[in-house]
């Protein structure tokens, strides 16, 4: 409420698993509805959960609940149940593919986005492959993508050897990002010509004296527009696709 009084249109709830949250009988999705029902708050979003803890409330609260924006931040590490397991994930991929096309039944232009590691102690051709294919099943708009690499005092590194060349887990990142590129452009080519509402969230630090907004589904948009317009949602028609972000026009 007093973000709301000083005029700020969009909150993140920000937790180590945020989506564990449970206090004094009210879980995750009752908090979002208690912030949505009793606050003037135009906009919700949280990260970053854990899919083993992403249950139907919190599903059915994105379908009721418009403040709560149609995105989601869901790592799923990879692709390979065998590593899930060894990496103690608490989830299969059978799990995580049920969870996405829940949301996705909500609203077919969901958006989720992901964390990826290639090259986990003992990772096969087969379990990287594994990734691949759940990377296309699931049509991520985004991903964040990392060679796996040893950190000390931590359970993989006591229990597994870091067995995978430096080299593999390099042309695995490749092929990962790659992949990625080719799936957010695709996407990002099928809005152009749609209109959306963007938070205006400051100037674009690439393009000098453009917007830059972010929509609904967490897309970023550029846009020419003056500096009073920073903080105001407003209606951008989309123009142009890239892979990581749109350009359009500022709807009057």
Do not use: W
């Amino acid at each position: 409420k007093n973000l709301v009084s000083v005029g700020v249109k969009e909150v993140v709830l920000l937790g180590q698993n945020v989506n564990s949250y449970e206090y004094n009988e009210t879980s995750f999705a009752k908090l979002i509805q208690k912030i949505a029902d009793e606050t003037d708050i135009c906009r919700i979003r949280f990260v970053s959960p854990h899919s083993k803890d992403v249950k139907d409330d919190l599903i059915s609260e994105y379908r009721t609940n418009g403040k709560l924006m149609p995105h989601i931040h869901l790592p799923v590490q990879s692709g390979s149940n065998e590593m899930l397991k060894k990496m103690r994930r608490g989830y299969t991929r059978e799990h995580y593919i049920d969870v996405s096309k829940k949301l996705k039944e909500i609203n077919p232009n969901f958006s989720i986005t992901t964390d990826i590691i290639v090259g986990f102690c003992g990772e096969t051709q087969k379990n990287f492959e594994d990734t691949i294919e759940l990377m296309n099943e699931i049509e991520f708009d985004s991903s964040f993508a990392f060679k796996y690499s040893t950190r000390p005092n931590t359970e993989a590194a006591r229990k597994f050897k870091d067995d995978v060349p430096q080299e593999k887990k390099e042309e695995r990142l490749e092929q990962v990002l790659k992949l990625q590129v080719k799936l957010s452009r695709g996407k990002n080519l099928k809005l152009v010509g749609s209109t959306m509402e963007a938070l205006v969230i400051g100037f674009d630090k690439m393009e000098k004296g453009f917007l830059t907004g972010r929509f609904p589904d967490n897309r970023i948009v550029h846009f020419a527009g003056n500096s009073d317009l920073i903080g105001q949602i407003v209606s951008v028609k989309i123009r142009k696709a890239n892979a990581n972000s749109l350009q359009g026009e500022l709807i009057q």
